[in-house]
């Protein structure tokens, strides 16, 4: 099953700024178009939990 267009229409990044995610259906993802945070679908269910994302501005100074 894919995810439902409209829910893809509203989905935003859980961040502050609530950009909007660009979907990746064959890497079963969604990216955000401002931060860059990578967000996971599994089982079809996006997984939009900060921890959980990979990229963004949490991976870039750290140290």
Do not use: K, W, Y
Request: charged share 20%.
């Amino acid at each position: 099953m894919a995810l439902d267009p409209q829910l893809l229409e509203i989905l935003a990044c859980p961040d502050t700024h609530h950009a909007p995610l660009e979907h990746d259906a064959s890497a079963q993802t969604l990216t955000c178009t401002e931060c860059g945070r990578v967000f996971p679908i599994r089982d079809d269910i996006p997984v939009l939990l900060l921890d959980e994302a990979t990229g963004g501005p949490t991976e870039e100074g750290g140290n």
